[in-house]
């Protein structure tokens, strides 16, 4: 890009007020450029970043950040205002080790107000942040931007009601690119209804129509009797109004003024708006229409698979490198073979059918398919009603996202004992997205339920089997498994036995490394190095995260001089700890210990680089393990002294 750019010259948003308006735009089209160059490289969030270029200029030519807060829901739309924030030059390192993030992240830089990665938070946070601001006398506007997406979502609901009561002038950005609930906030039927709700919310949101219409209502409820019923007239008159121009009596009745649609692609009306509500006092819903993946023709054309992608080629928008199959297409096809003599399954996703592998389900069963928006609370509550009905209800949510629905799990299904399968994509650590995406935590979150059998799966011919033992139980079943490459392992096709695992190896070895399944592939390439160096070790594919039959993993264990547990998970509360647990409770003599990922956030990187970082890897593993072997040779050593 030429040193000259627009772009170049921007190294904080009050740069912005600058340019003319006809520069604003030429901006607009260098940015998309340097988000479809970065993307292509480094893969990410496309779509949904192109389509609110626009949106981005103009709060930032309004909003004074960082004393104004943006708050961006989710987040994964905020390229362009980092690129408007000061990181311009350090955009090539998006969602790379050491990088920018894909997300809003505070430590990256003081205009990131909240760190966000989950949907349907922005409402909340926002009110709370302006509420604090008021309390101890800070000034500063908070503006939430949230997609449609992102208001199926309860939470966005919850925030909503609040701040309507509270009367606050938080302003909330609704950003409709008609991928999700666009219907139901306003979608426009016909090119009349866009012009005169256009037209009315331009009125609307003057501070002179706001200075009438305070002092008519006053002076309407300055009447007794006479004065307060035609006000309720006046108003239930309003509203109906309203609605029949364009769906937005929700906001009113939560207490918001609502301003909509208007063009989303255009600044200088956005800014024109912004302005006027920024004035306005009160809570205030502003409704932008954009259309996601904009300037970019495949993107424009297929969305979906834009929203998130690897890196790809600029000129036919194809994926630069094929993708292995994965767990997710082996749990997609698995699925498929079990639904076909079993009408009783469903399959539910929380608006992720492509991404969770239920698409093909979807084309194959439509009337078995539900897909339930950005709310997997619900999710998990409507399947429970599912299963009660008799139903095979199949839940397929990425393993981070399942931290929303933790009391669904606990007190509508396990505690009624209910046949419902939660898959778990994405469990264990995941490359690119950062901290608020790593499956790190279901392990330790949910082990603890009573009635929850959670499986482990190593392999493609693992996934079927453990879908298939699942499915034909009447308890809750989770399984768990990595975006990665689901391979074929022959040596893991014995049957399944409830708690206990599978044994890998020449059965003459004096030690053993234990896995979970996500980390198979890397322990035998543990097992391979350390034959290399004349270690013979066995490996134990523990398959049950829970139940653990504890009298035949103790007696297995017993069998070995050393055994190192690893795992794709926390290391508290994981599987580490439990089977250090085992080992004390049974008086085992064998030498013990146990790798997890470690205590803390961890931010974006690939998953291999993930994986060497905490010694995971196979070479990771192998060294874990030859420490451990050493040790337990001195200690034989030193008994054999001693004696």
Not at 384 to 396: K, M
Not at 476 to 501: N, T
């Amino acid at each position: 890009m030429s040193k000259e750019s627009l772009l170049d010259q921007i190294n904080h948003p009050a740069d912005l007020r600058r340019l003319s308006k006809c520069e604003l735009v030429e901006l607009a089209e260098e940015i998309r450029e340097r988000i479809i160059a970065v993307v292509s490289r480094n893969g990410g969030h496309l779509a949904s970043n192109l389509g609110v270029v626009e949106l981005s200029i103009a709060l930032h030519l309004v909003f004074d950040s960082p004393s104004d807060s943006l708050v961006w829901d989710v987040g994964h739309q905020a390229y362009t205002h980092k690129l408007l924030t000061g990181r311009n030059r350090d955009f090539d390192s998006l969602r790379k080790q050491g990088g920018l993030s894909g997300f809003p992240k505070g430590s990256e830089s003081p205009h990131d107000a909240v760190e966000t990665g989950h949907s349907s938070t922005s409402i909340s946070a926002s009110l709370g942040l302006l509420s604090g601001r008021e309390l101890l006398e800070t000034d500063g506007a908070v503006i939430a931007i949230i997609g449609d997406g992102a208001m199926t979502g309860g939470m966005a609901f919850e925030g909503l009601n609040h701040a309507g009561h509270l009367k606050k002038q938080l302003i909330v950005i609704l950003n409709d690119n008609t991928m999700s609930i666009s219907k139901n906030v306003g979608a426009l039927a016909s090119s009349q209804k866009w012009i005169l709700s256009n037209y009315l919310s331009r009125i609307s949101a003057t501070r002179r129509y706001q200075r009438i219409r305070e002092k008519i209502d006053q002076g309407l409820q300055g009447f007794p009797i006479i004065g307060m019923r035609l006000f309720d007239l006046v108003m239930r008159i309003k509203k109906g109004f309203k609605a029949a121009l364009f769906k937005e009596s929700i906001f009113s009745d939560l207490g918001f003024e609502y301003v909509g649609p208007i063009d989303g692609h255009s600044i200088s009306r956005m800014s024109e708006v912004l302005e006027e509500v920024k004035q306005m006092g009160k809570p205030t819903v502003v409704h932008v229409v954009t259309h996601k993946g904009k300037g970019y023709e495949f993107a424009e054309g297929n969305p979906t698979l834009f929203h998130g992608i690897s890196p790809f080629s600029i000129e036919d928008g194809k994926l630069v490198k094929g993708s292995d199959y994965g767990f997710t297409s082996a749990f997609s096809d698995s699925l498929l073979d079990a639904a076909l003599n079993d009408k009783r399954i469903t399959a539910i996703t929380a608006a992720m059918e492509k991404g969770t592998g239920l698409a093909p389900f979807k084309a194959a069963y439509p009337d078995r398919f539900y897909d339930v928006g950005i709310a997997e609370q619900h999710a998990l509550g409507f399947a429970a009603g599912l299963a009660r009905a008799g139903c095979r209800p199949v839940v397929a949510v990425y393993s981070t996202f399942m931290q929303r629905a933790v009391d669904q799990v606990i007190h509508d299904i396990a505690l009624a004992k209910l046949p419902v399968v939660m898959a778990l994509d994405r469990s264990g650590l995941v490359g690119d997205d950062g901290e608020t995406h790593q499956g790190i935590f279901d392990i330790p979150l949910f082990r603890s339920i009573p009635n929850m059998t959670i499986l482990s799966p190593a392999s493609r011919e693992e996934m079927a089997a453990a879908l298939r033992y699942a499915l034909n139980d009447e308890t809750p079943h989770m399984i768990r498994y990595p975006k990665a490459a689901a391979r074929v392992h022959p040596e893991l096709s014995s049957d399944w036995v409830a708690g206990r695992g599978v044994l890998v190896g020449p059965g003459n070895a004096r030690y053993l490394i234990a896995v979970t399944g996500g980390l198979y592939d890397e322990a035998l390439k543990a097992q391979a190095l350390l034959a290399a160096e004349g270690a013979t070790v066995d490996l134990y594919n523990l398959r049950f995260i829970k139940p653990l039959d504890e009298n035949y993993t103790a007696e297995l264990f017993a069998n070995y001089q050393a055994v190192f547990a690893v795992e794709d998970s926390s290391e508290l509360g994981g599987m580490g700890e439990a089977l250090s647990s085992l080992v004390l409770k049974y008086g085992l003599s064998t030498r013990f210990a146990f790798r997890g990922v470690t205590d803390s956030f961890y931010p974006q990187a690939s998953r291999s680089e993930l994986l060497s970082q905490f010694q995971l890897d196979g070479e990771g593993i192998a060294a874990g393990m030859h420490d451990l072997i050493n040790a337990s040779r001195f200690m034989q050593k030193s008994l054999q002294k001693e004696a």
